[in-house]
């Protein structure tokens, strides 16, 4: 039995993430939108989302393969009914949730996650700024549960091209808050300018994807607010526009964390596993320890979205 093929959403989607972004660009310029554009920072963007690319078709063969053996395990086969993508496209959007929130709370994954945070501009093409070494984190175990309970491999890659391509459009200062109800179930340009934001409220908020409500179910939302307007970066920005160094930094950096010597086992183990920050000796910060000291500098906010209590 052939195996089913699916065209490629995120590539066929390449025109118009050209002409969205001139429009944006456009619109900041004579339109007076809100936003900016750094020549650099955009070319090193567009760089990081060709070498993806790139990375995909040579090392894309490592989850497809993968995901191809464990299926002939599975317990049902779902077909490829209508119905059948709707509830995949749900049940990975969940899937993503998931991974996202892993990759900002376990060092391994925010090794090739955090190139997407580096800019400290938050555009359209900010959104192209994606990793070239996603395939060797081995989050695609995620998606073997997917495919146990009858969903191809080939359904699973088409319906998260869909939820990539609608991520796109959420990169933008262009765009205020929306239509309330549509803010309520729908990840928007002000929920993930929270997720790219430094400010200590917003760190480690709005992992969704397409669907906002997984991040109000699981405790994880947080609103943007004009008393406290997002800045975009990473903790400690890295200064660079060099896209080898973007894509390759925070490998490198824990790595000689891990290996660094006169450390035990399982510090060696919790550099690479624990959350972005944690160091043996506490000389480092987590997000945790940054929205600590906000509150402690401001304990009018303790409690409030995003933040601890005293």
Known sequence: MNEPMFFDVTKLAVPFYIIAILIELVAIRYWQRKGDFETRDTLTSLLMGTGNVAAGLLLGFVSITALMWVWQFRFFDLGLHWWVFIIAFIFDDLRYYCYHRIAHRVRWVWAEHVNHHSSQHYNLSTALRQSWTGQITGMFVLQVPMVLLGF?????????????????????????????????IFNTPSHHRVHHATNPRYLDANYAGTLIIWDRMFGTFVEELDADMPRY????????????????????????????????????????????????????KTSADLKADYVRLNPDEAGKAGLPGI
């Open 152 to 184: 191809h491999p080939a359904v699973i890659a088409f319906v998260y091209g869909f939820n990539l391509v609608y991520q796109f459009w959420i990169h933008t200062e262009a765009i205020g808050k929306m239509w309330r109800p549509f803010e309520f």
């Open 233 to 284: 970066g990473i903790v400690k920005n890295i200064g660079t526009f060099n896209p080898l160094r973007v894509a390759f930094h925070e490998w490198i950096s824990m790595l000689r964390d891990a290996f660094a010597p006169n450390l035990t086992l399982r510090q060696r183990l919790l550099y690479l596993v624990a959350p972005p920050g944690w160091s043996h000796d506490g000389s480092r």
